[in-house]
Nanobody, 121 residues
Framework: QVQLVESGGGSVQPGGSLRLSCAAS????????MGWYRQAPGKQRDLVAT???????NYADSVKGRFTISRDNAKATVYLQMNSLKVEDTAVYYC???????????????WGKGTLVTVSS
């Protein structure tokens, strides 16, 4: 079992910045990928960024050049630095952790409860 707790959400003006944090606890030894997804009202949940244990990052096209994902394996924590925020970035941001093991070769996903980011003038 893995528990994920997000923090750092809030309200910001367009062009501003926020830094999200997600701390994992529980059975963290087999976490391979951690990442961020977001869901706006009436929309599907979409990938924002992911990072593997080795530091390989992947970003959605809509956030490339503006967002940076990072990870502290020792603290089992993933961060999302969001710069040049746009109104369309407004959403609930969810932390995700993928576990891999010989028992679960296809992986197992865990989710946080989300943190709200609102970008408005």
């Amino acid at each position: 079992q893995v528990q994920l707790v997000e923090s750092g959400g809030g309200s910001v003006q367009p062009g501003g910045s926020l830094r999200l944090s997600c701390a994992a606890s529980g059975s963290i030894f087999n976490i391979y990928t951690m990442g961020w997804y977001r869901q706006a009202p009436g929309k599907q949940r979409d990938l924002v960024a992911t990072v593997t244990r080795g530091g390989s990052a992947n970003y959605a096209d809509s956030v490339k050049g503006r967002f940076t994902i990072s990870r502290d394996n020792a603290k089992a924590t993933v961060y999302l630095q969001m710069n040049s925020l746009k109104v369309e970035d407004t959403a609930v941001y969810y932390c995700n952790a993928e576990l891999r093991s010989t028992i679960l070769p296809d992986g197992m996903d865990y989710w946080g409860k989300g943190t709200l980011v609102t970008v408005s003038s």
